[in-house]
């Protein structure tokens, strides 16, 4: 009856030693985890721009050749870099305001949709100038967006090559 308390007491004790070593463990493996994360590769602000210039100027192309499939892919990748900056680059003061560009995709997207060039080129152009007024509300006005003249990706064929 004597060593019934001692014997409870280390029982404690052992159990207590035991949780700690556990805590200690997952903490390890939290703080492990926490620097993969930080070494995780996540797309710089100017990358994704860079996308979306080179997606904006092909767009263009597939556009005025009425290769309305391209054109509907471009659209759709300058919107999946916008969403890339709304999720990777929150901490840019930037990237608050890339959602302007919004309306003016959705414009594009909907001319793509009718396959209607004329809706096309002016929703194009509000697109444009919807990324020089962004450039502008966050200083960057020194960067000007413009339609292109001539392609820059001369190795890519922007008229639409039907199957015979």
């Not at 700690?20 to 590769?41: C, G, H, M, P, W």
Request: overall charge negative; aromatic content about 10%; hydrophobic content about 35%.
């Amino acid at each position: 009856m004597k060593y019934t308390p001692i014997f409870l007491l280390s029982l404690v004790l052992l159990a207590c030693t035991q949780q700690t070593d556990n805590t200690l463990a997952l903490q390890k493996r939290i703080d492990s985890l926490e620097k993969k994360l930080n070494e995780v590769y996540k797309p710089g602000f100017g990358e994704c721009m860079s996308n979306i210039q080179a997606h904006h100027s092909k767009l263009w192309f597939a556009g005025q050749n009425q290769n309305w499939k391209l054109a509907d892919f471009e659209i759709h990748e300058i919107l999946e870099a916008v969403e890339d900056i709304q999720k990777y680059q929150t901490e840019r003061k930037e990237s608050k305001s890339i959602g302007m560009l919004l309306p003016a995709i959705d414009s594009v997207n909907n001319a793509i949709q009718q396959k209607n060039t004329a809706l096309f080129k002016n929703s194009y152009t509000l697109l444009t100038n919807t990324c020089n007024s962004c450039h502008q509300a966050v200083e960057f006005e020194f960067n000007v967006v413009k339609i292109p003249e001539t392609s820059p990706f001369s190795n890519q064929d922007f008229r639409l090559n039907e199957p015979k």
